[in-house]
């Protein structure tokens, strides 16, 4: 992470020769004390992570979002605070420090930075916020590195005490790093909440994926974000795709921002609508239907 792109202690380019007070002052952004960033570089969560290790010394390690971004999880807020696991130490604007003490197997180096491993990262991230946000941080660091539920459950036994456990517990049943976008999250957890079984994610169909679906009943379901509508490439492919996935008996049920937000008994409805028509006869689809199911 030498790379003038990344953040750099002001106080050892001066030292090296590497830039001048007057350049340094020009040309690049104070992000905290002595850390610096080219002007006009964008700041993702993966930078200001590096930004905050540095600020601590290149002592401390880092937790919560900021490992997840040097884990590789996307989708991560780059104005939202580093996050420090430091034990002493003041405080720092846009920094959030957490003073837990963490056990040796919980901390691993990438980059030659100390993190938390994935396990103690979910360990954390699920346990605080909203149930919805924690759900999707988990499915993006689950996506990102392939980590299981099973690798997380033996950490909710080890610190049984801390806060947040409850969700915690929810959280893991619910994760899923098939998941590739945080309204593909939400578009499962509307299914999952409304009382359906889990869908499946990323289901191969021939040459196709489907976000999520039945596959027993061919129903599945997609997210379609702005670009589905506005490349013209991609609404090409997708006019392929929905054809030939009608041609081998699938029904696709297509979900946009509007109905995710606003609409979401309509998404149900209409997933539940096509289940019925498919043969499946879950009680639950008759008590959100109000129809009775044979």
């Known amino acids: 992470m030498g790379d003038t ?62 490992a997840a971004a040097l ?21 720092a604007n846009g920094i959030l420090i957490h003073r837990d003490e963490l056990l040796a197997d919980e901390a691993t180096v990438l980059h030659d930075i100390n993190v938390t491993t994935p396990a103690r990262t979910a360990f954390d991230l699920g346990r605080r916020g909203r149930r919805i946000a924690a759900v999707i941080r988990l499915d993006a660091l689950a996506n990102a590195t392939g980590l299981a539920p099973s690798r997380i459950w033996p950490l909710v036994d080890r610190h049984s005490g801390v806060r947040g456990l409850v969700q915690l517990r929810e959280v893991l049943d619910l994760m899923d790093g098939g998941a590739e976008s945080p309204q593909e999250t939400r578009t499962r957890l509307v299914l999952v909440d409304a009382g359906l079984p889990r869908p499946r994610t990323q289901v191969c169909v021939g040459r196709w994926r489907v976000d999520m679906g039945y596959e027993d009943f061919k129903v599945g379901l997609e997210y379609d974000g702005p670009q589905h509508w506005e490349d013209p490439d991609i609404r090409a492919r997708d006019i392929e795709k929905y054809a030939d996935l009608s041609a081998r ?41 109000g129809k009775s199911v044979a």
Request: charged share 25%.
């Open 5 to 66: 792109e990344w953040p750099f202690l002001g106080t050892e380019a001066l030292r090296n020769g590497s830039v001048s007070e007057r350049g340094l002052r020009r040309g690049y952004d104070r992000i905290y004390r002595d850390v610096y960033l080219a002007r006009g570089t964008e700041m993702t969560a993966e930078s200001r992570a590096v930004a905050a290790w540095l600020w601590s010394g290149r002592q401390a390690t880092l937790g919560g979002l900021s």
């Open 71 to 91: 884990h590789g999880s996307k989708w991560i807020d780059a104005e939202l605070p580093a996050e420090l696991f430091r034990r002493n130490g003041k405080k």
């Open 249 to 289: 008996g699938w029904v696709i049920i297509r979900v946009g921002a509007e109905l995710l937000r606003y609409r979401q008994r309509v998404v149900v409805a209409r997933t539940c609508e096509a289940l019925l028509q498919a043969g499946a006869e879950w009680p639950v689809i008759g008590r959100i239907l």
